[in-house]
C-alpha cells in the first residue's frame, strides 16, 4: 500500500521558515516524480514545487521561486519543501504527491492530473 506522509507544519511569523517533510513507502518510486501542492480557504489546490526521483529536474510556482525549495533524500524516501520567508498568503495545507515521470508529465509538471498518489497534508499557518 502506498502512502505518502507529509510532517513539519504548523505556525510560523511572516518571514520565517518552515521545513516540510514527505516520507514515501509501499512502492518503488525510481521512476517517479514528486510534487509539492497546497490549498488555502476557499480556493483551488495549487502547484507549488516538484522534483524527479533522481533530483536532476526540479520546477517551481512562480510565486515560490527563489524563496522554497524542493529536495529528495532517496536514501530515506523522503521529499523535502524548505520554506524561508514565508508570507501570510503561504498559509495554506500542504500536500506531498507522486506522479509517474514520463513525458507526459515533463510537460505539465505542475497540473494536478498527472499524479495519482496523495498524502493526507499538513497545515501550514503563517501570521503577521
Known amino acids: 500500500q502506498v502512502q505518502l506522509v507529509e510532517s513539519g507544519g504548523g505556525l510560523v511569523q511572516a518571514g520565517g521558515s518552515l521545513r516540510l517533510s514527505c516520507a514515501a513507502s509501499g512502492r518503488s518510486f525510481s521512476n517517479y516524480a514528486m510534487g509539492w501542492f497546497r490549498q488555502a480557504p476557499g480556493k483551488e489546490r495549487e502547484f507549488v514545487a516538484a522534483i524527479t526521483w533522481s533530483g536532476g529536474s526540479v520546477f517551481y510556482a512562480d510565486s515560490v521561486k527563489g524563496r522554497f525549495t524542493i529536495s529528495i533524500n532517496n536514501a530515506l524516501n523522503t521529499v523535502y519543501l524548505q520554506m524561508n520567508s514565508l508570507k501570510h498568503e503561504d498559509t495554506a495545507v500542504y500536500y506531498c504527491?507522486?506522479?509517474?515521470?514520463?513525458?507526459?508529465?515533463?510537460?505539465?509538471?505542475?497540473?494536478?492530473?498527472?499524479?495519482?498518489?496523495w498524502g493526507q497534508g499538513t497545515q501550514v499557518t503563517v501570521f503577521l
Open positions: 504527491a507522486a506522479a509517474p515521470s514520463g513525458s507526459s508529465w515533463y510537460g505539465r509538471p505542475g497540473h494536478p492530473y498527472w499524479y495519482n498518489y
